[in-house]
C-alpha cells in the first residue's frame, strides 16, 4: 500500500520555538492535507494544498506543497502549549482513498 | 452547524462477538469514509460510501462491511472480532462532487475487545 513517511517522529521543544516537519511519499499526490490530532479526538485539518509548490497559512502555521508532488512540509511559528498534539499529513495518490502519515508528535515545554 | 457525530464513543466487546458503529456526516456532506486507528499509528482507510453504495475499500477483511442510508447516515459492521480489531474507528464525511476535498473527522468510536 501507499507510504507516507513522516519525520520526525516526535519533537520537544520549548515554547516560542519555530517548528519544521516534513512527509514524502513515494507516488505523486496531487492534494496534500495536513492534521492535527489531539488525545481523545479526531483529527482536525489545519491546511489543504492543491497546486505544486503552492505555500499556504493559517494563522501561524505555514505548509508547502513540494515541487516534486512527492512532499509536503508543515511549519508552525512561535510555538505555544496549545499546540501539543500528533500532526499528520494525508492526501489522495488516486481517486478518493486518503492515506495517512506516520505522525509527528509535538510537545512544548513552557 | 453540526460536525460529524459518531456513536457510541466507546465499546467493550469479546472476541467473536458482532459490533456496529454509527456516523452522521457534516451538514451539507454526502460521502462517509472509515477508519482504523490504532494505538501510535495513522489513520488507515477501511472504505468510502457514497450514492448508498461502497465506492472504495482499503486492505480489510470482509469482516468489515458498511452501509450508508438515504439521509447519508452510516454504519459499520464488524463481525467475528479480533483482539487485533482494538482500535479507533474514525469517521470522515466529505462532499462527492468536490473531488480531493479535505475530509471532515468525527471524535470516532473505541472499541477495545477482550
Avoid at chain 1, 492535527?36 to 491546511?47: A, D, F, H, N, R
Amino acid at each position: 500500500g501507499q507510504q507516507l513517511n513522516q519525520s520526525p517522529q516526535s519533537m520537544f521543544i520549548q515554547e516560542g520555538e519555530d517548528v519544521s516537519m516534513n512527509c514524502t511519499s513515494s507516488s505523486i499526490f496531487n492534494t496534500w492535507l495536513w492534521y492535527k490530532q489531539e488525545p481523545g479526538e479526531g483529527p482536525v485539518l489545519l491546511i489543504a494544498l492543491y497546486k505544486a509548490g503552492e505555500l499556504t497559512s493559517n494563522g501561524r502555521l505555514t505548509a508547502q506543497f513540494g515541487i516534486t508532488r512527492k512532499d509536503s512540509f508543515l511549519n508552525i511559528s512561535a510555538s505555544i502549549p496549545s499546540d501539543v498534539g500528533i500532526y499528520f499529513c494525508a492526501g489522495p495518490p488516486t481517486g478518493n482513498q486518503f492515506y495517512f502519515g506516520t505522525g509527528t508528535s509535538l510537545t512544548v515545554i513552557p | 452547524d453540526a460536525g460529524v457525530t459518531q456513536s457510541p464513543t466507546h465499546l467493550i466487546k469479546t472476541r467473536g462477538q458482532q459490533v456496529t458503529l454509527r456516523c452522521s456526516p457534516k451538514s451539507g456532506h454526502d460521502t462517509v469514509s472509515w477508519y482504523q486507528q490504532a494505538l501510535g499509528q495513522g489513520p488507515q482507510f477501511i472504505f468510502q460510501y457514497y450514492e448508498e453504495e461502497e465506492r472504495q475499500r482499503g486492505n480489510f477483511p470482509d469482516r468489515f462491511s458498511g452501509h450508508q442510508f438515504p439521509n447519508y447516515s452510516s454504519e459499520l459492521n464488524v463481525n467475528a472480532l479480533l483482539l487485533g480489531d482494538s482500535a479507533l474507528y474514525l469517521c470522515a464525511s466529505s462532499l462527492r462532487g468536490a473531488p480531493n476535498q479535505p475530509q471532515h473527522f468525527g471524535d470516532g468510536t473505541r472499541l477495545s475487545i477482550l
